[in-house]
């Protein structure tokens, strides 16, 4: 029985953060063993918002070895880098030849990179979550290990999906998206996610002992002397959300007790944190090294992982050109 293909991709905007890592990486990382599964460097749209192209390069290859770092066996799954995968341009305009403009539009996720970048919104930034589908849709992916972030993006896969199998007869599965239990990691600055956008609500996975403390250090608390019960949202809760996501769990019970009976010190929180953080880490950040000194290992598995997915990818390219009319 053919096994379900899996898709995803993370854009070479910089280092992994924890968000990357518990929203898309660990579901990755649950996947490879049971799935085919397809993993990306979506270089196209990281071109989205303002870059430096002199750096592209370096960092894609920086988002690859994190990969490999992180447990992705290049013997089990695909790496990809999307560009070198001339079909993701292809049916991605394909595709939006079937799709409202209005709807892409009106799509949260377009409308707050607008307002984050006002002088620079193109038409890839539109185009978006029209490249996305083309991403998963290309290899009928049906599974997509992401955060929740994602979900109006997945959700526009799901109906370009439909909108082309009731036009053209079925071709392309409706993707899912895989659920972790950190598809939602929060900020360590208070409000909203963990995100590379914003300055100090990140932990990058190469981090060392003492930036990660520095970076708790600097992460909102109250005065310790509320009580009742742990707050649902804030700086407070999001310290507290990172010791459950680290599996702080005797711990986690030790400053609910604390923070109840006004008595929790949130340097000895910030402490336990940053040595729970660094345990996790280290050993990615092992392998690391391993990955960076042999740049000719590198260099085969993209090879490799090019080769496999264009030859997926042609099959699926015929096919819809000769059901669109087109060959
Ligand atoms: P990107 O690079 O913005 O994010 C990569 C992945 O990290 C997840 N993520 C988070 N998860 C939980 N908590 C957070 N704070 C957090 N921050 C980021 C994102 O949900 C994502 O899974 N549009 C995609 C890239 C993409 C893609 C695809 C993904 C392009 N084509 C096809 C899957 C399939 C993105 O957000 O990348």
């Known amino acids: 029985m053919n096994k379900k293909r899996v898709y995803s991709g993370i854009r070479a905007t910089g280092r992994l953060h924890l968000g990357n890592y518990f929203g898309a990486v660990k579901g990755m990382l649950a996947l490879q063993d049971n799935y085919d599964c ?10 989205t918002v303002p870059y430096d192209s002199s750096k592209l390069q370096s960092s894609i290859r920086e988002i690859i070895i994190d990969y490999l770092a992180a447990g992705l066996d290049p013997k089990k ?35 707050d990179k607008k307002a984050q970048y ?67 990691v929060p900020s360590l ?34 005065s310790g002397k509320i009580g009742g019960e742990v707050p649902k949202e804030g700086g407070v809760a999001n310290l507290f959300s990172l010791l459950r996501l680290f599996k702080l769990d005797s711990q986690y019970k030790k400053f609910e007790q604390d ?17 729970g953080i660094y345990k996790e880490l280290k ?19 993209i090879e490799e992982g090019r080769l496999k ?6 099959e699926t390219m015929v096919e819809v050109r000769k059901k669109m009319g087109l060959s």
């Not at 997915?309 to 042609?314: D, G, L, T, V």
């Open 77 to 111: 799954c695909h790496l990809e880098i999307q560009s070198k995968v001339l079909g993701h341009v292809e049916l991605a305009y394909l595709l939006s030849t079937i799709y409202p403009v209005s709807r892409l539009e009106d799509l949260p996720t377009y409308k």
């Open 38 to 47: 397809i993993f990306s460097v979506v270089d196209l749209h990281t071109i």
């Open 259 to 275: 923070y109840m009976n006004k008595n929790i010190h949130y340097a000895e929180l910030k402490e336990v944190l940053t040595q």
């Open 189 to 222: 600055s208070g409000g909203g996610k963990m995100s590379k956008s914003i300055v100090g609500s990140y932990i990058n996975l190469t981090d060392d002992i003492e930036t990660i403390r520095t970076r708790l250090a600097l992460a909102p608390t109250d």
């Open 309 to 314: 997915c264009i030859k997926i990818a042609q």
């Open 118 to 184: 006002p002088k620079y919104i193109n038409m890839g930034l539109l185009y978006y979550p029209v490249l996305m589908a083309s991403d998963v849709l290309l290899y009928k992916g049906e599974l997509v290990p992401v955060g929740i972030d994602q979900e109006p993006h997945l959700e526009v896969m799901r109906e370009i999906a439909r909108k082309f199998n009731s036009m053209f007869g079925h071709t392309f599965p409706e993707p899912q998206r895989f659920k972790t239990d950190g598809d939602y």
């Open 283 to 301: 050993p990615f950040q092992e392998r690391r090294k391993i990955f960076e000194e042999d740049s000719n290992l590198v260099d085969s598995i």
